[in-house]
């Protein structure tokens, strides 16, 4: 099992910028990827970036250039450095971890509880 924790959300203007942290813990080893995805009312969840061990990023087209995601491996700690967030950023943001199954050769999803972003314009 795969504990996270996630913390930085919060409101903001538009234009201005946060910083969202994801410390996980327990069975957190082998082959991983950490993320963030985000879930707006009425929408679906959808990714916004992801960070492998060897810090390969991924971002969703909707967030290049403004967001950046890093990690510390010591720490097993995911960031996410929102800047310029717009009003349509509003989301509960969830940190994921997806860890490979060597044995079985699948990966399993594990899930923070959500942290709030609110973005006003």
């Known amino acids: 099992q795969v504990q996270l924790v996630e913390s930085g959300g919060g409101l903001v203007q538009a234009g201005e910028s946060l910083r969202l942290s994801c410390a996980a813990s327990?069975?957190?080893?082998?082959?991983?990827?950490m993320g963030w995805h985000r879930q707006a009312p009425g929408k679906q969840r959808e990714l916004v970036a992801s960070?492998?061990?060897?810090?390969?990023?991924n971002y969703a087209d909707s967030v290049k250039g403004r967001f950046t995601i890093s990690r510390d491996n010591a720490k097993n700690t995911v960031y996410l450095q929102m800047n310029s967030l717009k009003p349509e950023d509003t989301a509960v943001y969830l940190c994921?971890?997806?860890?490979?199954?060597?044995?079985?050769?699948?990966?399993?999803?594990?899930w923070g509880q959500g942290t709030q972003v609110t973005v006003s314009s």
């Open positions: 327990g069975s957190i080893f082998g082959i991983n990827i």
């Open positions: 960070i492998t061990t060897g810090g390969n990023t």
């Open positions: 994921n971890y997806r860890k490979f199954n060597l044995g079985g050769g699948y990966w399993t999803d594990y």
